[in-house]
């Protein structure tokens, strides 16, 4: 069976981005494949968080990976800084990527230039990396996540190919090569307050995202405020009408209706119409999220499962980390 790894950071509450370009895949995927997902608050702490937030956020997103729908007895599902392999194949791959490719990646190029390069932290530099680490420890074959990870995973590609020509032996795969699965449909949702920037859950403008714990009508809110544009025409157009383009892909995503037609069942109607049916699609399909995600929070479940899942994840990365160790010449034992 083939292996997919995936994960999502706990840096504020998951947005319907990150559930219709991540968590909705993860959920069809766990019963084809072996799963590992994992709540990344390493890479969480690459900017200042709050103590006491993260650690809701932790706990908030394991609740919700299981509220949308995945199973522990399917797939694990752990908290990265709970398996300190993560941390140890960071440093060797980090010793073994050049600071150059590192500097070329656009989400490194954009945080520290709205935030200046002495002002943002080097783990913001070094966390591609850290998430390279992610992926071969547990022999990930397929890795599904957004649009914007893309360039992490030809990063991640580059990496594999090189340490196994560095340091592997004929015949003998040292790191497995993952490949990127990019959803079809929502690889890139974006804001609601400007289109042309993808939707993040740590935008500090709360009106450009859904969150999945957003009460209805506040959802309701948000996407009537949406920014549209002046034609009122129904169009999936995103180059010169992102704004209604980006509704039509959520629309499409969350009800599994084809924009097309979607597009032909609101021709004639207005803005006002297609936002307020948009807003009942995702309002119904939170809904039930919700009142999982407080029941779990509420339970000793979740601390099991993810205990259990802690457990499992570290037999499997200490193995592949032993692996690079050997490889290397680090240490004395095998
Ligand atoms: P942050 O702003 O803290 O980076 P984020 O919303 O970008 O938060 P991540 O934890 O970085 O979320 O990403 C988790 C997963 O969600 C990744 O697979 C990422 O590609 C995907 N993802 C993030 N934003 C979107 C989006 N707008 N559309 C589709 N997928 C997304
Ligand atoms: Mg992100």
Redesign the pocket.
């Known amino acids: 069976m083939e292996t997919i790894f ?4 706990p ?2 509450i ?2 319907i ?2 559930y ?3 968590m909705k895949q993860f959920v069809d995927l766990q019963n084809q494949y072996d799963c590992y997902f994992c709540i ?1 608050d390493e ?2 702490i690459t900017v200042p968080q709050d103590p006491i937030k993260l650690r809701q956020q932790i706990r908030g997103l394991a609740a919700l990976y299981l509220a949308v729908g995945l199973d522990p007895k399917k797939a694990t599902i752990f908290i990265q800084s709970e398996v300190s392999a993560h941390a140890e194949a960071a440093w060797i791959i980090q010793c073994n990527t050049t600071i150059g490719e590192l500097e070329r990646m656009t989400q490194f190029k954009d945080k520290s230039q709205k935030n200046g390069r002495t002002g943002v932290s080097a783990g913001l530099l070094t966390y591609p990396p850290l998430m390279v680490g992610d992926i071969i420890l547990y022999n990930a074959n397929l890795v ?6 893309k360039q992490h995973l030809e990063l991640t590609r580059d990496f594999v190919e090189r340490f196994n020509k560095r340091y592997g032996q004929k015949n003998q795969e040292l790191l497995v090569m993952p490949e990127v699965k990019i ?1 079809e449909q ?5 804001s609601l307050q400007d289109p042309t920037s ?6 500090t403008n709360a009106k450009g995202f859904i969150s999945m714990l957003d009460e209805p009508n506040v959802i309701r809110k948000k996407i009537k405020s949406a920014v549209t544009d002046s034609t009122g025409i129904i169009e999936y157009d995103p180059e010169n009408k992102p704004g209604i383009s980006n509704l039509l892909s959520i629309f499409s995503a969350v009800t599994g209706r084809p924009v097309a037609e979607l597009v032909s069942a609101y021709e004639g109607k207005g803005y006002g119409d297609f936002k307020s049916d948009l807003a009942e699609a995702v309002v119904d399909l939170l809904e039930p999220i919700q009142i999982r995600y407080n029941e779990l929070l509420a339970s000793d479940e979740l601390d099991e499962i993810l205990d259990e899942g802690a457990d499992k994840a570290r037999l499997v990365a200490n193995k592949t980390l032993q692996r690079m160790k050997n490889a290397i010449g680090l240490g004395r034992k095998s």
Do not use: L
């Open positions: 995936s994960g999502i950071q840096s504020g998951p947005t981005g990150n219709i370009g991540a990344v890479h969480a599904p996540v957004g649009d914007d990870q959803a929502g690889g890139r949702v974006m993808k939707m993040s859950k740590s935008d």
